[in-house]
C-alpha cells in the first residue's frame, strides 16, 4: 500500500511536490483554503479580463520541464512558454529607460547610451556571476541543509564569492553609474529582499536570466496552475478546495495527519506544508509540540516585504507607449524608499514600480481591443502599523495619477476593471505572517541552513516547500525545494 502523503495548500511548492511524489507511486491530497489553486498565483476574473495575482517572471522553465519528464509526459503538452524581448525595461526617475536581454553585444549597446566606461565592467561582473551560480543554484538548491555540518561544508566557498556583501555593494565593485547598478542589483525584489541587505548569492539571477531567458505563459501564469493540476489529477492525485487546515495534528514528535476547519480529520503518513512557515508554526501547530520554534522566535526572526497591487483593464490598448512587457519604473529617492520599507517600516509618499503589460504578449487574457496591466509597489508589511483601510484608496489614487502622467495618457478615464490587494490580503488570504509577500527575509543569517528547514526540525514526518523555507522565494526557489521534498520521502536524502 503507497504511503499516503497530505498537501497544505496548492502553490508552486506544493503542486511540483504533488506532481512528483505522484509520480514516484504516492497516494497524494492537497487542501486549499480558496476556491481556486493557485496560492500566490491565484487568477483573478473581473469584467472579461484575467489578472495573474503573480509571479508573473517566469525563469528556468526547464523546472518545470523536468516536473512533467519525471512523471513521463512532455510540458508542451499542457502549457506554452514564449520568451520576452527585453527581459525588462527598466526606467529611471526622469523617463529614460534601460533595455537587456541575453544578447551580449545589445546590453553593451544599452550600456553605451548610459555610462560607456561601464561595458568592461558589466563584462567583469558578468564573469563572475557563473561562479556564484554554480555554487549558489546548480550545487546547493537541491541541497536541504539539515545539519550545521552542512554548512560547515560550502562556508568557505561561500566567503570566496563574496556572499557577505549585499547584492547591490557586489554590484557596485564593477558598475559605476548610479542607474546602472540599480538595474543590475534589483532582482533581491523579485524574491522580497532588499538589494542593499541580501546577500551576494542572489546576484546569481542575473545568469540564470541570461541562460535560459525570461519568459510568459501563454494564457497568463494560471495557465501554469492549470496545467500542473491537471497533471496531478491525470496522476490520481485529489485536489479539495474551500478546504482549510486548521491544525497539523502532532503526538509523541510523529504528524498524524491534519484537522480541518469544519472538524474532519484526515490521516496521513507524512505532511507537506506549503502554507507560509512562520504561519504554519504559529497557527498551525499547538505551541506544546514546538521546541525550536517558538513563539518568540518566530516573533524575532526578519520577514520580507509586502506589497500593494492593482490588477486594472482598459478599454483601449497602449502599444503606441514606450512600454513592454515588463517594466521596472524606478523612483528618484532609492536606498531610502528602501530603507523606509525594510528598516523604519514606513509608508512613504514616493514608490518604485513594477508596472506588468501582459497583453503586449497575449491578447486573448482581455476582451477584444483592451488592455491588462498590473502594477506593483513595495511596501512594508503590517508592523510597519499602517491603516489599510484608510490608506489603500488614497495609494491606489497616487499610483495611477503617476502612471496617468507618465506613462498611460488618459489611463482613469479608460478603466473598465479594477480590483487591488494590500498587505491585510496577504495576511487574511494568503495567511503571510506579517503580510509579508515572501515570509522570511533572504538575509545570510536567514540563508541555508540559517532558514527554516525542508524537514521540519519538530516533526520528521513534516516537510516545507515554498518561499519560507530552503532555498528560498521565486520560481526556481520554490520548485527547488518541492525536489528537496521528493528526495525527502523516498529517502534519496536521509
Not at 529611471?92 to 536581454?101: A, E, K, V
Amino acid at each position: 500500500m503507497s504511503k499516503k502523503v497530505l498537501v497544505i495548500g496548492t502553490g508552486f511548492g506544493a503542486l511540483g511536490a504533488a506532481a512528483r511524489l505522484l509520480a514516484r507511486g504516492f497516494d497524494v491530497e492537497m487542501f486549499e483554503k480558496r476556491d481556486k489553486p493557485g496560492g500566490r498565483a491565484y487568477v483573478y476574473e473581473v469584467n472579461g479580463f484575467k489578472f495573474d495575482g503573480g509571479p508573473t517572471v517566469i525563469t528556468a522553465p526547464f523546472m518545470f520541464d523536468d516536473i512533467f519528464a519525471a512523471a513521463g509526459r512532455k510540458r508542451e503538452d499542457y502549457i506554452d512558454f514564449v520568451p520576452c524581448q527585453p527581459f525588462y525595461r527598466i526606467f529611471d526617475h526622469q523617463g529614460q529607460f534601460f533595455d537587456y536581454n541575453s544578447d551580449e553585444e545589445f546590453t553593451l549597446k544599452e550600456i553605451e547610451k548610459r555610462n560607456p566606461a561601464d561595458k568592461q565592467g558589466y563584462l567583469d561582473f558578468l564573469a563572475t556571476t557563473k561562479a556564484i551560480f554554480d555554487k549558489g543554484f546548480t550545487e546547493l538548491a537541491d541541497v536541504p541543509f539539515l545539519k550545521f555540518t552542512d554548512m560547515l561544508k560550502v562556508a568557505p566557498d561561500l566567503i570566496k564569492l563574496q556572499s557577505y556583501k549585499s547584492v547591490y555593494k557586489y554590484v557596485s565593485q564593477f558598475i559605476q553609474d548610479d542607474f546602472l547598478r540599480r538595474c543590475f542589483s534589483f532582482h533581491p525584489l523579485l524574491v522580497g529582499g532588499n538589494p542593499f541587505d541580501t546577500t551576494s548569492i542572489y546576484a546569481m539571477i542575473h545568469y540564470l536570466e541570461r541562460e535560459w531567458g525570461v519568459h510568459y505563459a501563454m494564457g497568463g501564469t494560471g495557465a501554469i496552475v492549470k496545467a500542473l493540476t491537471n497533471l496531478i489529477e491525470d496522476l490520481g492525485g485529489k485536489i479539495h478546495l474551500n478546504a482549510e487546515v486548521d491544525e497539523i495534528v502532532i503526538e509523541n514528535r510523529i504528524t498524524k495527519g491534519l484537522r480541518l476547519k469544519d472538524g474532519s480529520f484526515h490521516p496521513a503518513d507524512a505532511v507537506v506544508s506549503n502554507a507560509d512557515v512562520p504561519f504554519t508554526y504559529r497557527h498551525l501547530i499547538k505551541e506544546e509540540n514546538r521546541r525550536k520554534y517558538t513563539n518568540r522566535k518566530l516573533d524575532r526572526m526578519h520577514y520580507s516585504m509586502s506589497l500593494f497591487v492593482i490588477y486594472f483593464g482598459t478599454k483601449k490598448r497602449y502599444l503606441d507607449t514606450k512600454l513592454k512587457h515588463h517594466n521596472i519604473i524606478l523612483g528618484e529617492r532609492y536606498k531610502g524608499l528602501l530603507k523606509d520599507i525594510f528598516h523604519e517600516k514606513t509608508l512613504s509618499e514616493d514608490f518604485s514600480l513594477y508596472l506588468h503589460m501582459p497583453t503586449i504578449t497575449d491578447p486573448t487574457i482581455a476582451p477584444d481591443g483592451c488592455e491588462s496591466f498590473y502594477v506593483l509597489s513595495p511596501v512594508p508589511h503590517l508592523d510597519s502599523g499602517t491603516d489599510w483601510t484608510k490608506a489603500a484608496k488614497p495609494y491606489r489614487d497616487a499610483i495611477m495619477q503617476f502612471l496617468e502622467d507618465n506613462y498611460l495618457p488618459d489611463l482613469q478615464e479608460n478603466i473598465v476593471a479594477e480590483h487591488y490587494i494590500d498587505p491585510i490580503h496577504f495576511e487574511r488570504d494568503l495567511n503571510s505572517f506579517r503580510g509579508s509577500a515572501f515570509s522570511v527575509e533572504p538575509l545570510l543569517t536567514q540563508s541555508a541552513w540559517f532558514r527554516p528547514h525542508n524537514r521540519s526540525e519538530e516533526s520528521p514526518n513534516l516537510y516545507f516547500v515554498g518561499a519560507g523555507t530552503h532555498p528560498g522565494a521565486g520560481l526556481p526557489g520554490v520548485l527547488s525545494s518541492s525536489k528537496i521534498a521528493e528526495k525527502l520521502l523516498t529517502g534519496e536524502i536521509a
